[in-house]
């Protein structure tokens, strides 16, 4: 059974870092391609990144450059490095493992 | 960018009676492998977002039949045969055509019981 558990949201300053994972079980990480969506309160869904079974990145316009995904094959978990974090990056953040399976989403707030 | 619509933004539908929503995107979403990456989602009152339909009309494993997905090029349908009250919440349609991304989801449609 595919399942997808993201963690490490949380309050932080403006400008700030953040590292989120998604521990996966039930597949292999490294063998699908998976993506970050997050979806800001009260509004609808915004594709972030993916990393595919090659190891190809990319990115939204709106998080290039400050923005980092990558996976650990020995730990089959996902993560998202976010720097430099701005107000508007407040969301809940979700992993997704092609667009079929989703995690619970963590939730990340950007605030003074 | 692709650009997904969705119309109706908001649907309210008595429980047993049909529902359908549109969505359109910018560019066409067919694949020159001959498939077409549009996808609906539902996503429920505090859940995160459950596949619905992918590739246009295929169900995901375990989605009801009264469930439906149709269209082509740039204009698709999700249709549902009788509501019941636990298919309330919004509804997403999203583009995967973009290889390299950016992936695009439409505003959603918010449906409720009557």
């Known amino acids: 059974e595919v399942q997808l558990v993201e963690s490490g949201g949380g309050l932080v300053q403006p400008g700030g870092s953040l590292r989120l994972s998604c521990a996966a079980s039930?597949?292999?990480?490294?063998?699908?391609?998976m993506s970050w969506v997050r979806q800001a309160p009260g509004k609808g869904l915004e594709w972030v990144s993916v990393?595919?079974?090659?190891?190809?990145?990319y990115y939204a316009d709106s998080v290039k450059g400050r923005f980092t995904i990558s996976r650990d094959n020995s730990k089959n978990t996902l993560y998202l490095q976010m720097n430099s974090l701005r107000a508007e990056d407040t969301a809940v953040y979700y992993c997704?493992?092609?667009?079929?399976?989703w995690g619970q989403g963590t939730l990340v707030t950007v605030s003074s | 960018d692709i650009v997904m619509t969705q119309t109706p933004l908001s649907l309210s539908v008595t429980p047993g009676q049909p529902a359908s929503i549109s969505c359109k995107s910018s560019q066409s979403l067919l694949h020159s492998d001959g498939k077409t990456y549009l996808y609906w989602y539902l996503q429920k009152p505090g859940q995160s977002p459950q596949l619905l339909i992918y590739e246009v009309s295929s169900r995901f494993s375990g989605v009801p039949d009264r469930f439906s997905g149709s269209g082509s090029g740039t204009d698709f349908t999700l249709k549902i045969s009788r509501v019941e009250a636990e298919d309330v919440g919004v509804y997403y349609c999203?583009?995967?055509?973009?290889?390299?991304?950016?992936?695009?989801f439409g505003p959603g449609t918010k449906v409720d019981i009557k």
């Open positions: 039930g597949f292999t990480v490294s063998s699908n391609y």
């Open positions: 990393i595919y079974s090659g190891g190809s990145t």
């Open positions: 999203m583009q995967g055509i973009h290889l390299p991304p950016p992936f695009t």
């Open positions: 997704a493992l092609y667009f079929d399976y």
